[in-house]
């Protein structure tokens, strides 16, 4: 997926000690931040399947004031994408939140109605998803209130303007809505993924309008070269639209689509330009500008190039649109921004992966002309978070790999990242929690988990996205959306699969990244039991695995369940009533990894959307009912919610004779209050 940003490890709730999902990496338990885990509300609300957490940033105050100063414009930059990434998801979400913004803060009537605490949380469920679509399913939600009641929540609103379009009326606006919330037919997926029909009309996101999906195929088969070596993005960064009868795109720019909001996220850009810690960040960060202003697909790969050559910076960002997984055909970004700095003591665990890159591509058990022979410029770091935005947030990656274009990373090289200040804040947010007791087999294996998991959580993710990602090589002619709506199943299952293989290999004990063997075997119960059976619980009754990355794990846990049951290398046990799955046999276990590992890069070397097709949806997607329910069952005793988000800190700059000399950073802001400010100040389209 030439135009992803990988954020492989797309965050999920860490429950207890394991989480509900194979990217729910935990962290170690050292270094501390600086306040006590005791002293610090890390949850501050929970609602629906959801909770809200906050985060902190441990080494900001230590930063030098035009670092601070640094972040405090990119971290700008990143708010100034909100309105973007709402529109992207659904076109009609930015009438939707600032209807529902409005009633939040102007609502005169009874706030102490029971249906006014289902608005409330359909209110959090659209500000959490940045629309009205599940943020992970895809699947619209529907109000727990009916249509007359949010009548006379808009009528019952004082002194707030509606978002009313030129000549329309409050009764207009409300006529308007009415299907769009409460009709569940009415665009009730965000992204399609189901082959049989056409993925793009199936879909309500953003990207495409009045296109079937033959258009859009021949559109970008007719503008792409085949031959080119260092082929453009195509699609990355436009709407693909029909005008009188032609097929043409609405490109984001400066002059553009979304010209308003980038011109935001420019003005802080430069700003930040004029305090870059060096000559090459302030390239880069004039490249990406230069992108924005014209929208060529040439100068975002000339920034993607300098971005990724930039290692000696501390502080760090990512901007711009980025992330395919919302287009069901895998070209068009979401956009999005992470705003970071480097973790100089943890860096040095990433900094020993990277320098071995050769030697794990040369052993891998996949077919030596898949293989890269050379590894280039593989670089990664541990970072901490300073800002999130976009698609980014509230629900964010842990781990990140960029660029995506696989030109660049053969020619240049890659960045890695992973993000371990919010790993520390689900770990600190859920060390009580009862979900590993219920879904763990036995005492044995739960403190095994407890003493391990958070170590060996932390390589997988490393390995996942500073070699996985990178690691093999297209076959001539082979583009990278080939695979189509599966790509980014397979693409993540083959990150995945790279981890999963070495981080039960000798290397991984020479080189000093885990101190045994168990470490490794906690690492693959947490990959078997996740995909087998704990992330059921994010799925709702009848439906199947839709979400890319449940897809991988899902798939990777039942393709080696079944072959490994010869010889019941996996094994299904019941006890008490209830259902679960142990490993009695690691080694074998990792050989089936290798295996599956040689086949998915097969099929992503050679584009075999076939072969991709039948072990996604063979193995991937459908679920067993009367498993399902024992452990939506099991779960809902926990009374747990299976996803979680952040809230950002609040920067304030402290100015003195016109500069700025400092700036403080605030933790405590609510989540009503951090989104009904946004939706206020950092609100620029229309």
């Not at 959801?50 to 230590?62: H, K, M, N, T």
């Not at 659904?90 to 005169?108: E, M, P, Q, S, W």
């Not at 970008?220 to 082929?231: E, N, S, V």
């Not at 999005?336 to 992966?353: G, H, M, P, Q, W």
Request: proline share 5%; net charge negative; charged share 25%.
């Amino acid at each position: 997926m030439n135009t992803n940003i990988r954020c492989s490890l797309l965050v999920v709730l860490c429950l207890g000690l394991v989480g509900l999902a194979g990217s729910c990496r935990k962290k170690e338990p050292e270094p501390q931040p600086p306040a006590a885990a005791a002293e610090f509300q890390w949850q501050i609300d929970q609602f629906a399947d959801l909770r809200i957490l906050r985060y902190q940033v441990p080494g900001f105050e230590a930063l030098t004031p035009a670092r601070k100063e640094l972040l405090y414009y990119l971290g700008e930059a990143a708010l100034c994408g909100r309105d973007i990434i709402f529109d992207q998801n659904y076109k009609h979400n930015l009438v939707i939140r600032r209807t529902l913004d409005a009633v939040v803060r102007g609502y005169k009537g009874d706030r102490n109605d029971p249906r006014w605490a289902e608005f409330m949380t359909y209110v959090k469920r659209v500000w959490f998803s940045n629309g009205i679509h599940h943020h992970y399913a895809n699947d619209k939600f529907v109000p727990g209130f009916d249509a007359g009641y949010f009548d006379g929540l808009v009528k019952g609103t004082e002194g707030e303007a509606f978002p009313l379009a030129p000549g329309q009326s409050l009764d207009d606006l409300l006529a308007f809505l009415r299907p769009i919330l409460f009709d569940p037919a009415v665009d009730a997926k965000k992204v399609s993924l189901d082959s049989s029909g056409d993925l793009v009309r199936n879909s309500a996101v953003n990207f495409y309008d009045g296109v079937t999906q033959a258009e859009v195929e021949a559109y970008y088969k007719g503008i792409a070269d085949p031959k080119d070596p260092t082929p453009v993005s195509y699609g990355l960064n436009s709407r693909l639209v029909k005008k009188d009868g032609r097929v043409v795109e609405e490109v984001y720019s400066l002059n553009g689509l979304y010209g308003p909001a980038i011109a935001k996220i420019v003005y802080w850009l430069e700003k930040a330009s004029t305090v870059a810690e060096d000559d090459a960040q302030k390239k880069v960060i004039d490249a990406l500008v230069a992108y924005y202003k014209s929208g060529s697909l040439e100068q975002f790969d000339e920034y993607s190039i300098l971005w990724v050559k930039d290692l000696a910076s501390l502080v760090d960002f990512v901007n711009g649109f980025i992330e395919v997984y919302n287009d069901p055909l895998g070209m068009k970004a979401t956009w999005e921004s992470v705003v970071n700095f480097k973790d100089l003591a943890a860096t040095k665990r990433t900094d020993t992966i990277s320098a071995n890159a050769q030697w794990f591509e040369d052993h891998s058990p996949v077919d030596p002309k898949y293989r890269k022979k050379e590894v280039k410029g593989v670089s990664a770091k541990v970072i901490t978070a300073a800002m999130i935005g976009g698609d980014c947030y509230p629900s964010t990656p842990i781990g990140i790999n960029l660029p995506n274009a696989n030109w660049i990373r053969k020619d240049y090289g890659s960045k890695s990242v992973t993000i371990e200040n919010f790993t520390y804040a689900y770990d600190q947010s859920s060390l009580k929690s009862p979900f590993g007791p219920e879904f763990t087999y036995s005492p044995e294996l739960l403190e095994r988990a407890r003493k391990y998991g958070a170590l060996a959580g932390n390589i997988h993710t490393d390995l996942h996205e500073v070699l996985g990602h990178g690691s093999g090589q297209l076959m001539p002619g082979v583009g990278s959306d080939s695979l189509k709506n599966y790509h980014s199943a397979v693409e993540e299952s083959r990150a995945d699969l790279f981890g999963l293989y070495y981080i039960m290999d000798d290397k991984m004990l020479e080189l000093g990244l885990l101190p045994d063997k168990q470490a490794a075997m906690a690492e693959y119960d947490l990959d078997v039991r996740n995909g087998l059976l704990t992330q059921l619980v994010r799925i709702q009754p009848g439906k199947t695995v839709e979400e890319a990355h449940m897809r991988s794990r899902a798939m990777i846990a039942h393709w080696v369940y079944e072959k490994g049951r010869p010889e019941n290398v996996i094994e299904r046990l019941s006890k008490d009533g209830k259902t679960f799955f142990i490993i009695n046999d690691y080694q074998k276990l990792r050989a089936l990894y290798g295996r599956l590992l040689a086949e998915v890069q097969r099929i992503t070397s050679e584009g075999d959307y076939e072969a991709a097709k039948a072990l996604v949806e063979g193995y991937g997607v459908q679920v067993d009912p009367e498993l399902h329910k024992e452990v939506l069952e099991r779960y809902a005793k926990l009374n747990l919610a299976p996803y979680a988000g952040f809230v950002n800190p609040v920067y304030t700059p402290v100015v003195e004779d016109g500069k700025i000399v400092d700036v403080k950073i605030d933790l405590t802001e609510g989540y009503i209050e951090q989104m009904l400010r946004y939706g206020r100040d950092y609100s620029f389209l229309r």
